[in-house]
């Protein structure tokens, strides 16, 4: 370790666009700059921010993925003889979900978010926590080196404490420990952004509060240590949300059957199929074709966002909506969902760019994701 005081925090959802025209920490961060994110969600973007590769190579993109011999609801299959309803209801995907967590080692961020009766065809791919060794199955992250290494270290996460808290035990820490590493993520602006993107007095009250936070962890660091390394950096910006299109009911419509002609998960910004049967392929390839607000990816493109998976376990075919579209329903929420912002869109959508603040510059260039590994890395050589 180079012997300084490091301090880096993670804000879900801190865009670049967000922070125009608004002041934040800039006299302890103030070389500034965007950050191009990863096509998905923090399923994807978070491990490519901690490995420093893209999710081809490390493994995890969206959480849902087609696994149906590995599937941990295997045995559901046995009570396809049940009616729908008996299986798809609030009740029975609570249970499931709460069965996923506590009995499947699945981890705490395990969803339903698929109908029941195609769980048994799907796996969930963030069963660890991420902010600590082994998070990436296969893969080293930050806190793998830092273990390596020798390196003390704290980590803060939901997983255990609210924002709140751990902007309060950090300073703490910061200030009383001998720890040399600290790794903050705060994960509650997203949800504020989500619900309030578009109402500016609410986004400057949540900015201003996490920037008062941050400042007290700060100045507790650089109180320590005068030459302590700060860095503050995103996964992901947030779109606002204009219009809604219900993709769902569109295919539905084509009158195909699941599990027997295709699967589907449909994503908040996008919908991943599988296909069983040819008459099936060439309806949904056709109907996502003629899409008003979106567009179906190729391997070429999906190559190059890092995103290309030969054995297509996140989606045979993944189509893409337009920034600022919303799917009307979809696996993760339901029709009565009306968020102010999203994410998921295309990282050329500006709205999309995290940031990377920093109390120096780094001595490395940074433009996306995976390029933060770098910079945090240095604390463990």
């Known amino acids: 370790m180079n012997g300084r005081l490091h301090v880096s925090v993670l804000v879900d959802a801190l865009g670049w666009r967000l922070l125009e025209g608004r002041a934040f920490l800039e006299e302890l961060l103030p070389h500034r700059q965007p950050l191009r994110t990863v096509l998905g969600y923090s399923s994807g973007a978070i491990p490519t921010l901690l490995t420093g590769r893209p999710p081809a190579e490390h493994g995890h993109w969206n959480l849902v993925y087609y696994d149906p011999d590995g599937s941990p609801f295997r045995w559901l299959r046995h009570l396809a003889f049940l009616p729908e309803p008996v299986l798809d209801n609030r009740l029975a995907r609570k249970l499931l979900s709460e069965a996923g967590r506590r009995v499947l080692g699945l981890g705490p961020l395990f969803d339903c978010a698929v109908a029941p009766s195609r769980l048994p065809w799907f796996n969930w791919v963030e069963k660890r926590s991420l902010y600590e060794p082994g998070g990436v199955s296969g893969t080293p992250t930050l806190f793998d080196r830092l273990a390596e290494a020798g390196v003390p270290y ?35 602006l997203d949800h504020a952004l989500h619900r309030h993107l578009q109402d500016r007095a609410v986004v400057d009250g949540r900015l201003a509060w996490y920037a008062e936070g941050l400042r007290a962890v700060f100045e507790a660091a650089r109180a320590r240590d005068a030459a302590a390394a700060l860095s503050v950096f995103s996964d992901h910006g947030m779109t606002p949300v204009r219009r809604h299109y219900d993709l769902v009911a569109e295919v539905e419509a084509l009158g195909f059957c699941t599990p027997d002609d295709y699967l589907a998960v449909y994503d908040s910004t996008m919908a991943r199929f599988w296909f069983f049967s040819d008459r ?8 996502l074709a003629s899409l008003p607000c979106g567009r179906v ?85």
């Open 280 to 287: 099936a392929r060439q309806a949904v390839t056709g109907l």
């Open 154 to 188: 704290r980590s803060y996460s939901y997983h255990d404490y609210s924002d709140a808290e751990i902007l309060r035990r950090a300073a703490r820490d910061v200030r009383e420990s001998e720890t040399g590493v600290f790794f903050l993520y705060l994960s509650e």
């Open 297 to 381: 990816l190729d391997d070429a493109e999906l190559d190059r966002l890092g995103i290309l998976f030969p054995d297509r376990r996140y989606g045979e075919l993944i189509a893409l909506l337009d920034p600022g579209w919303l799917l009307a329903s979809s696996g993760f929420n339901g029709s009565r969902w009306r968020p102010a912002g999203m994410h998921g869109y295309h990282p050329d959508d500006a709205d999309s760019d995290g940031v990377f603040l920093a109390s120096a510059p780094p001595s490395l260039p940074v433009r996306s994701l995976a390029d933060v590994h770098a910079c945090l890395s240095e604390a463990a050589s």
